[in-house]
């Protein structure tokens, strides 16, 4: 990234390279399947397909600031005390969220209400801040974090989704599987609402990605 | 200018400690009016929904003014006791609960009465403790202080889909024509395991996989009720 080339050609808003910013991160490099970060909540919160998506959402809020706060700030940012300082900026995003949901949609803050502090600890975020915007400019950087944010979510709510339907028989909280089902001895799975099998379904979505495109895979 | 000078990191540090304590304590100083009201009005909600009354946010104030018709406090022993400034609604039953530092003096007990067309319906909050933090709930009586009338209970991080359930109207619809007495004894109602006889009047069916808050519920439910035994016992109208 030398200075002069940045004067001359001026990028469009949405460059092929921008673009790869977005798409990248929800197949070939995301975060939960193929860089395994964000994995400790993606076991916790997929019990429900409504938490999981309440939670999606606020990472999405949380990633999108601080990458853009990061990334404004990278040349004021002393490198010995950076993590530090990009912990102080993400808990208190991750405070100011949950003030302002307390306040307006308290429900929702309700059912967020235990996992607002793993966001805080949510490897993706600091992952995208030290490898990507410190070294970005703003622009690049939201991108990032949309993307990021995305590819962690769809996982999220497609673990949930298996979860919930075969653990509750329900989905969004509304019974899915009718009750004549049930009559004829079908039987929810309590084993898909206990965390192991959160890691077994991300698994198996990792297996499917990987046999989709060999060239996931590693060598060795 | 070198960022990875010493005076400028503490510099560095200080201001950004600063401007974000500065922003939070703002952010938390002008919202918490509508957090506090928010926090009251669910817990009017949570009060109305033990008797089957659902209200949404904004006519819980209203119902609760119409249909609570009385509030009373109660002392450990089951009298009803007056304390200057303190109202049976003020009364926070997990604060109470956990602070360890109460004597059993220093404890109050709300008693909220409910009235409608129906009759009169009385209404205990109760506190406790679940696997992972604090339950709670409000529990409704009918007119004979024997029979529930109706419950709803929540919790602060019981596990999703397990204990997390006690919230769900599946479990709490389980409590409706329990009784709490047996003849002149109190015997509260236990939340038992699947395989035994719980359609007893005493007796509620537990949650598969979420023991330890079923537990929890029935523990709070006979510790919390044993204090306003000598009140209920006392009442004119109760049928024991």
């Known amino acids: ?25 929800l197949n070939d490099d995301n975060p939960i399947t193929i860089q395994v970060l964000g994995i400790c909540s993606a076991l916790a919160i997929t ?66 209400s235990v996992f607002v502090g793993l966001i805080i600890t949510n490897c993706i ?61 079908y039987f929810n799975n309590g084993l898909m609402i206990l965390p192991p099998m959160a890691l077994i379904t991300v698994g198996i979505i990792i297996w499917v990605q990987r046999s989709r495109n060999t060239k996931l895979i590693e060598s060795n | 200018m070198d960022v990875n000078k010493n005076s400028y990191i503490f510099g560095f540090s200080a201001i950004l400690v600063i ?14 009016p509508m957090q506090t009201e928010n926090v009251r009005i669910e817990k009017m909600q949570n009060i109305l929904a033990s008797v089957g009354v659902e209200a949404t946010p904004k006519e819980a104030g209203k119902l609760f003014d119409q249909y609570i018709v009385d509030q009373k406090l109660l002392n450990h022993e089951g009298k009803v006791v007056e304390k200057d400034g303190l109202s049976a609604f003020d009364i926070d039953a997990v604060k109470q609960y956990k602070d360890k530092n109460l004597s059993d003096s220093e404890k109050y007990y709300p008693l909220f009465t409910f009235q409608n067309e129906e ?24 007119e004979d202080m024997n029979t529930i009338a109706g419950s709803t209970f929540d919790h602060k991080t019981e596990t999703p889909g397990l204990g997390a359930e006690i919230k769900e109207k599946f479990f709490t619809e389980k409590f409706i024509g329990k009784t709490i007495f047996e003849g002149d004894e109190f015997v509260s109602v236990e939340i038992v395991k699947g395989g035994q006889p ?40 109760a049928s024991l």
Not at chain 1, 2 to 25: H, I
Not at chain 1, 81 to 96: D, E, G, S, Y
Not at chain 1, 145 to 151: C, D, E, S, T
């Open chain 1, 125 to 185: 975020i600091m992952g995208r801040l030290e490898a990507f915007a410190l070294a970005n400019k703003p622009f690049p950087s939201i991108l990032d974090a949309i993307g990021n944010a995305a590819g962690y979510g769809w996982i999220l709510i497609v673990v949930a989704v298996f979860r919930e339907f075969f653990g509750s028989g329900k989905l969004w909280g509304i019974q899915v599987i009718p009750q004549s089902f049930y009559d004829f001895g």
């Open chain 2, 198 to 237: 719980w359609d007893s009047p005493h007796k509620v069916d537990g949650i598969s996989g979420g023991t330890i808050t079923s537990v929890g519920v029935g523990e709070m439910m006979e510790r919390t009720l044993s204090v306003y035994v000598p009140y209920f016992k006392s009442n004119p109208k």
């Open chain 2, 19 to 32: 401007v974000v304590a500065a922003i939070l304590s703002f952010a938390a100083e002008s919202l918490k």
């Open chain 2, 119 to 142: 009759g009169k319906r009385y209404i205990v909050p109760m506190a406790g403790k679940g696997l992972w933090g604090p339950i709670w709930g409000y529990v409704a009586f009918a």
């Open chain 1, 1 to 25: 990234m030398s200075e002069t080339a940045e004067v001359k050609v001026k990028e469009p808003l949405f460059s092929k390279k921008n673009k790869k910013l977005l798409t990248d991160p």
């Open chain 1, 47 to 112: 019990v429900q397909v409504k938490q999981a998506f309440v939670m999606a959402l606020s990472v999405l809020v949380v990633m999108i600031f601080s990458n853009l706060i990061v990334s404004l700030m990278r040349n004021l940012i002393p490198s010995r005390v950076r993590i530090i300082v990009q912990l102080v900026i993400v808990a208190a995003l991750v405070i100011l969220v949950d003030q302002v949901l307390k306040a307006f949609v308290y429900d929702v803050s309700k059912q967020l």
